[in-house]
């Protein structure tokens, strides 16, 4: 089943990005006049693909590979490898017939559209769901075996700043250009006072290395209901309790809790909790008063065969939402898709300066699918900002200027505009052939590593 679904993610995912990318350049070219004679998603290799129309001058099919698609527009040099026009004088509605900067702006329009589709999620994300931050005065959980426990962060650590720039909300705190960045400090607080806590220079391997961040705001296990005649109400735990220790180990996440009843079904564990008059109806949990000044009781509890006692979480974190008004969520998204662009170039940067890990920190389409499939479990929003930021990754690998690519065929056809000839069909022919063979060795490189580095 979870093939399944990761199989069914990925499709979704590829199909959108991939049809984002390929309208970009048949808009453009239409535009402009250039006949489309294929506009393919997946690639239908030896012919096999799962549908097919042709309405006009253009094909519209689905192949059956799905691992991207194209469109092929008349007089184009591209992935197709077609020879058929080179022999005969340019035609008015080929590509090659029409001025270099109407050939750019074909060229450009896949990373454009791309770009666009990343800004219109996290408006359309902004304007439904507004904006949730949730305040720094929540400490840390820190999972054992994390990037952050090696630094020795600690659970119960509270932010203060980030590289010194003082910070208010947890979002400012894991902001993905922070870990982009040259250098990543962190300023804490702790009982014994304040601390700076260094990070790794390849902290985005290690993270991709655990395949978690390690690192959220700590949810204290607080109950806000406890069932009827389930082993907690038995045992005479009340809504508005706090678990502060279980089996004589010390909890402070509501993870830990559940982590440790639900591996102990059917035997019999010692529960620690501290207990203050109920909250009134809307009233802000204080967990440090409970902790401090609440009544302890520990309670003998057998959990049920499933790992249950019979409670439910009291929501603790402290969270501030506000509803966005069109232009506030447009700038909103704006700046959204501007951070995680800049972020992307700048992760780039240090992967190819040797500071991250290559092989751990780029993922082939098995990475993709399982990342896809992780984000959708987490729910509708999680896996429309994976698609957004996947939507930036993309557009930034297809400017780069290797041959075959956006950015390689941007750059030949800026050439010809420089020098003001056509660049011979057989260097352009050999050039895209070079580019083809290096993208292939590139696809099989990254699905062994998905393989090897999972």
Known sequence: ???????????????????????????????????VDKFYIGFDFYNLRFWKKKIGDTEYGIGVFPLGGYVKIAGMVDESLDTGHHQTAPQPWEF??????????????????????AAAIFIGMASVFGEN???????AYVEAGSVYASMGMQTGDRFVAVN???????????????????????????????????????????????????????????????????????????????????????????TEVVDIISANPGTSISVAWKYLAPPTAGETIDVSKIREFGTLTVSEIVPASTGKIGIA????????????NPADATVYGLEQTWNLTITTIKGFGKILTGQEDFRKSLGGPI??????NQSAEQGLSSFLYFLALLSISLAFINILPIPALDGGQFVLNAIEGII????????????????????????????INDLINP
């Open 164 to 254: 010194g720039n003082p910070v208010q909300y947890w979002e400012e705190v894991l902001a993905p250009e922070n870990f982009a960045g040259q250098t990543l400090n962190y300023t804490i607080i702790r009982n014994d006072g304040r601390k700076t806590l260094q990070a790794p220079a390849d902290i985005l391997t290690r993270i991709n290395e655990n395949q978690a961040l390690g690192m959220r705001p700590l949810m204290a296990p607080v109950i806000d209901q406890v069932l009827d005649n389930q082993p907690a109400d038995k045992a005479g735990l009340k809504p508005g309790a706090l678990i502060t220790a279980i089996n004589g180990k010390q909890v402070h996440d509501w």
């Open 367 to 372: 990475k993709i699918a399982r990342i896809a």
């Open 420 to 447: 003001g000839r056509e660049i011979p069909f057989q260097l352009k022919m050999r050039i895209q052939q070079i580019g083809m063979a290096l993208l292939l060795t590139l696809f099989l490189f990254f699905i």
């Open 313 to 324: 979480l009291k929501q603790t974190l402290v969270i501030d939402h506000r509803r966005l």
């Open 133 to 139: 931050r949730t305040s720094v005065v929540n400490p």
């Open 96 to 117: 090659r017939a029409k001025p270099v900067w109407q050939r750019l702006i074909v060229l450009a329009g896949g990373v454009a559209m791309n770009m666009l589709l």
């Open 1 to 35: 089943m979870d093939f399944l679904s990761t199989t069914f993610y990925f499709i979704v995912a590829i199909f959108i990005l991939v049809t984002a990318h390929e309208l970009g350049h048949f808009l453009t070219a239409k535009l402009f006049g250039m006949r």
